[in-house]
């Protein structure tokens, strides 16, 4: 049977400006801590797209993505290394 390990980032919005400030942001969250996507037709879309990816390219995969008013908690999970098999 697999063994996981887990991990959870946080992206705070300010977080997120700075990471792509040469992009208009496409997520928007309201003051009660609901966020949405903002004109997803948009390319810049690939920002937050490529967050995902990077963390993908490393083995994990998203089991959450819970937002707040001050941005998003992301949970991950990826097979744990088990060593040699025997």
């Given at each position: 049977m697999g063994k996981w390990e887990y991990d959870i980032s946080v992206y705070g919005?300010?977080?997120?400006?700075?990471?792509?400030?040469?992009?208009?942001?496409?997520i928007a969250c309201d003051p009660a801590g609901v966020c949405f996507f903002k004109d997803t037709h948009r390319p810049d879309i690939?920002?937050?797209i490529s967050v995902?990816?990077?963390?993908?390219?490393?083995?994990w995969e998203l089991?959450?993505?819970?937002?707040?008013?001050?941005?998003?908690v992301c949970i991950w999970k990826?097979?744990?290394?088990e060593g040699p098999a025997e």
């Open positions: 919005i300010e977080g997120l400006e700075e990471t792509f400030s040469d992009l208009t942001p496409v690939g920002a937050l995902l990816n990077e963390r993908g390219e490393n083995g089991v959450e993505m819970v937002s707040s008013p001050s941005g998003l990826r097979r744990k290394n």
